[in-house]
């Protein structure tokens, strides 16, 4: 388990990250989420203790992250698998030996069985069986983002930090990107935390989310419950998805499908309830991991405002009146 608690950073009088708590529990997927310069990579880099940080606490299972006590932090960064944007990768190593050199640089003999059939293992999982020899000017983005991540990997951390991983991808190698996660999470049980700037890869994958803002968490919570309905006006700025072309007659109604009571089939249930007419303007239904999510607009007459109000107020919908 990760903790965070109040942790200050500032580079010389600008304050990057202004008293940050939060906590990433074993085994789930974390997003970190939030506009360029919010202080994403920074927080990142304070927890794998490659950026000192100027107060507050971050601790690994109770141990204290002290970028100065450099033999524990050695420690605590094997534990810690990176990846990044940019895949970091050495042109001059194929993809069998880009994916050793961790073992390399702690000395481990990468000749020896267990360290090959360890590679290759790796090697298949991120499924680039035919690709062991290529060098990575000889591979597509998505594949150097594959043996970044198998490099992540070899020497069996129990967390995996990733920077903007899929930021330079496309969206459907960001797809595949994003599965292979959850499958290293699920089968491997690694705890995963994604900094992103991408709402895709939050909805698709994370469990729970941080929204970063000017370097202090506005909200953290289950991505569906954040974006769907959200409350703080940086957020909605963030996500910008309120249409506007709304009609302007009548009364606009935006109705929540989020969490308990999202199935339900309440608009068919209130045209034959109600024996109205009305139309839906807007709509935006998304999925999150396993589930579809979303709110649509229904333009009603004002005569029946009463009425819908009092309908919708009758189930397990959020609901609001759009001025
Ligand atoms: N080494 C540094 N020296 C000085 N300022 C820095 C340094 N690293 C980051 N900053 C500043 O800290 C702020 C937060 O940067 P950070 O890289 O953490 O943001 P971010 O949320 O990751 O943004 P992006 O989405 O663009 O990657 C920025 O204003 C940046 O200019
Ligand atoms: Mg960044």
Request: glycine share 8%; charged share 25%.
């Amino acid at each position: 388990m990760i903790e965070i608690s109040n942790v200050r950073k500032s580079f010389r009088d600008v304050d990057v990250l202004k008293g940050i708590s939060l906590t990433i529990e074993d085994h789930e997927i974390y997003g970190i989420v939030g506009q360029s310069g919010a202080g994403k990579s920074t927080l990142l880099r304070c927890i794998n203790g490659l950026e000192p940080y100027d107060s507050g606490e971050i601790t690994v299972d109770g141990a204290l992250v002290n970028s100065r006590d450099k033999s524990a932090l050695r420690g605590l960064q094997k534990r810690m698998g990176m990846i990044f944007q940019n895949f970091n990768l050495l042109e001059r190593l194929d993809v069998y030996g880009n994916i050793a050199l961790p073992m390399k640089f702690w000395g481990i003999n990468t000749r020896s069985q267990e360290s090959r059939d360890k590679i290759e293992e790796l090697i298949r999982l991120v499924g680039l069986e035919d690709k062991a020899h290529m060098k990575p000017r000889q591979l597509s983005g998505g594949q150097k983002q594959r043996v970044a991540i198998a490099r992540a990997l070899v020497l069996d951390p129990q967390f995996l930090l990733c920077d903007e991983a899929t930021s330079a991808l496309d969206p459907e190698i960001t797809k595949g990107i994003l599965a292979l996660l959850q499958k290293i999470n699920r089968e491997m049980g690694i705890t995963v935390v994604v900094v992103t700037h991408q709402m895709e890869v939050v909805k698709q994958i994370c469990g729970r989310v941080a929204f970063l803002y000017n370097g202090s968490v506005l909200s953290q919570g289950k991505p569906e419950e954040m974006f769907i309905k959200p409350a703080e006006k940086e957020i909605q700025s963030f996500l910008r998805d309120k249409s506007e072309l709304l009609p302007r007659t009548g009364v606009n109604i935006q109705v929540f499908f989020v969490g308990e009571g999202s199935n339900e089939p309440v608009i068919t249930q209130m045209a034959r309830e109600l024996g109205k007419d009305f139309s839906i303007c807007w709509a935006k239904l998304e999925d999150f991991r396993e589930n579809i999510y979303g709110s649509l607009v229904l333009n009603i007459d004002e005569a029946d405002r009463e009425q819908v109000c009092n309908f919708l107020s009758s189930k397990k919908v959020a609901w609001e009146v759009l001025t």
